[in-house]
T-cell receptor, first 114, second 114 residues
Framework: AQSVTQLDSQVPVFEEAPVELRCNYS??????LFWYVQYPNQGLQLLLK??????LVKGINGFEAEFNKSQTSFHLRKPSVHISDTAEYFC????????????FGQGTELSVKP | GAVVSQHPSWVICKSGTSVKIECRSL??????MFWYRQFPKQSLMLMAT?????????EQGVEKDKFLINHASLTLSTLTVTSAHPEDSSFYIC??????????FGPGTRLTVL
């Protein structure tokens, strides 16, 4: 079964600094990967997704992620963060072997400080 | 993107009472809906998957008699927490998808059981 691991539970960073949130998935024949952002007391908003094609995926709010099959990773990056990026970020993988369920990582709390 | 709504956004109830949470897809037909539970500072835990007109499929460890799920139409699913107790207090999030497409998440419902 598919599993997703987010290596950092908390990432503090200063405003305008670059950030990388790490995500690894268990290998699978085919994999669809997602990054979601959750602001306090809200649902999940899709940042970006990888289904196929180019391994570099650009999303909303200036975020991008790179699919690396050899390292089974899908790390999320932003070159310059803002205070408003402070939120919880979830990496997820779609597992069609489990009926199309989204398998979530544990989440990474990004805290942007002035 | 498609919109999923939840009602109510928050609810406080007494122990022993039942609470119903609605999840609606506003501009698409949700052939499949998912219900998640999220504890503070934790990831989303899938509770059940429901397909329109069928009985819900519950994840291991989720009591189907306690968490009643109804997916009577292509735009509405309900989760009823029966005989709620303080340990049922949590953030409940639904998501919906049409066919095999992307899942869209609702804004969540905060349940507090006194």
């Amino acid at each position: 079964a598919q599993s997703v691991t987010q290596l950092d539970s908390q990432v503090p960073v200063f405003e305008e600094a670059p950030v990388e949130l790490r995500c690894n998935y268990s290998s699978s024949v085919s994999v669809y990967l997602f990054w979601y952002v959750q602001y306090p007391n809200q649902g999940l908003q899709l940042l970006l997704k990888y289904l196929s094609g180019s391994t570099l995926v650009k999303g909303i709010n200036g975020f991008e992620a790179e699919f690396n099959k050899s390292q089974t990773s899908f790390h999320l990056r932003k070159p310059s963060v803002h205070i408003s990026d402070t939120a919880e970020y979830f990496c997820a993988a779609l597992d069609y072997n489990q009926g199309g369920k989204l398998i979530f990582g544990q989440g990474t709390e990004l805290s942007v400080k002035p | 993107g498609a919109v999923v709504s939840q009602h109510p956004s928050w609810v406080i109830c007494k122990s022993g009472t039942s609470v119903k949470i609605e999840c609606r897809s506003l501009d698409f037909q949700a052939t499949t809906m998912f219900w998640y539970r999220q504890f503070p500072k934790q990831s989303l835990m899938l509770m059940a998957t429901s397909n329109e007109g069928s009985k819900a499929t519950y994840e291991q460890g989720v009591e189907k008699d306690k968490f009643l799920i109804n997916h009577a139409s292509l735009t509405l699913s309900t989760l009823t927490v029966t005989s709620a107790h303080p340990e049922d207090s949590s953030f409940y999030i639904c998501s919906a998808r049409e066919g095999a497409s992307e899942q869209f998440f609702g804004p969540g419902t905060r349940l507090t059981v006194l």
